[in-house]
């Protein structure tokens, strides 16, 4: 009993460690008209970076999120190429129905790695998916975009798949957690955490106001609970579980991939990114191409961590203060948002806006040089 009792836990602690909340707009509901894909990534390697990996042997040029612990940059977890071609996956779990062994499984990142080295469009992807051998060894939901006009999630597990195209959504949203549509009915994670993305993003959906400002610093930084109906944010409370809200104690980074409606402008194609535990952290604009990735977001040579990631962590530790026992499952929210506006995400607040004020400049930069060649 006491070894399946075991079993159980290890098996809930990791669900609990992999896990990701994300959403696919249409420019129909953006203010600039761009679409966007977002993924609030949950893991738990606590140490992310971010990797420039130039063309090669027929592999286009991209920019991806990696674990430290990976130094040979093997599994992409998120990430986008020089043609426009973004790429995410939140895990499922009410997907397979197999006896493919563990083993042979979490090969998620490594597909999407491949996909950034050969995929332009959705349907390049969905090709892909096509040609690799099976099973896959993924149970997952990926969510892909390109500068094509094509936004997808595509729920795909050992041997099959299901595509979901934006374009078909009336509402011209999607959003998935951690689990599949496709799946067993009411299995898997992440019900609520859908339910607190979909209530927060209600009224920019109607107002067609979203930015990528809106995840990274609102709903990536929000402790609204959807079941209990109540936002703890800006609550007064002192000390609150740490359960089912959209930012968790093992939320290591919020990304937004801005994408283009041209192809001549992939160069555009933007990749904001709040890198470590999200309401701690600075928002860095990052692009394919030379001097695209901020060098703090980059791994160390020896010990292939990032120094932004780093210095978030630290500041995550003093947010979830209580050592020992169950400690770690309550967050400390006077130390992000207090009264005196001297709370980690309040202090980050200006500092992020510039950010954004300055990732734009870039971006109409690149914008005019594109229309000077053209």
């Not at 070894?3 to 602690?13: C, E, M, T």
């Not at 993924?138 to 094509?148: I, K, L, S």
């Not at 609550?235 to 939320?251: A, C, L, M, T």
């Not at 130390?335 to 734009?360: F, H, I, P, S, V």
Request: charge should be negative.
């Amino acid at each position: 009993m006491k070894k399946i009792l075991l079993i159980l836990a290890l098996l809930v602690g990791y669900i609990g460690a992999v896990a990701c909340t994300s959403a696919i707009v249409s420019g129909k509901l953006t203010a600039n008209g761009r679409p966007l894909m977002w993924k609030n990534r949950d893991t738990g390697d606590p140490n992310n970076r971010v990797e420039r990996h130039l063309a090669h042997d027929g592999c286009y040029e991209f920019v991806a999120l990696f674990d430290s612990k990976d130094p040979n940059d093997t599994a992409a977890w998120l990430g986008m190429n020089e043609k426009g071609f973004a790429i995410m996956n939140t895990a499922s779990y009410n997907l397979n129905n197999d006896d493919v062994p563990e083993s042979q499984m979490d090969g998620e990142g490594v597909v999407m790695r491949k996909a950034l080295e050969q995929c332009v469009t959705v349907d390049d992807f969905e090709d892909l998916l096509r040609r690799l051998p099976k099973p896959l060894g993924v149970e997952t939901n990926f969510g892909v975009m390109d500068a094509h006009g094509g936004a997808a999630y595509i729920e795909t597990g050992n041997f099959k798949w299901t595509r979901f195209d934006l374009d078909d959504e009336p509402s011209g949203i999607l959003t998935r957690t951690n689990y599949s549509y496709t799946g067993k009915e009411l299995e898997g994670m992440g019900y609520i955490r859908e339910r607190n993305a979909k209530t927060l993003l209600a009224p920019h959906v109607a107002a067609r106001d979203i930015t990528p400002a809106l995840f990274t610093e609102v709903i990536s930084r929000t402790f609204y609970h959807s079941v209990l109906n109540k936002d703890y944010t800006h609550s007064g409370e002192n000390y609150v579980v740490d359960q089912d809200f959209i930012p968790r104690r093992i939320s290591t980074a919020s990304v937004v991939f801005e994408g283009v409606n041209d192809p001549v402008e992939t160069s555009l194609t933007t990749m904001w990114i709040s890198l470590g535990y999200p309401p701690c952290a600075e928002t860095y604009a990052v692009w394919t191409g030379e001097g695209g990735v901020a060098e703090e977001l980059r791994g160390d040579a020896t010990t292939h961590r990032s120094p932004q990631c780093d210095k978030v962590n630290e500041r995550k530790k003093d947010v979830f203060d209580i050592k020992g026992g169950n400690g770690k499952h309550y967050v400390h929210l006077q130390k992000l948002y207090d009264a005196a506006g001297t709370g980690y995400c309040q202090q980050l607040r200006t500092m992020n806006e510039e950010a954004y004020a300055k990732g734009y400049g870039v971006v109409e930069q690149k914008r005019k040089a594109i229309k000077k060649k053209q």
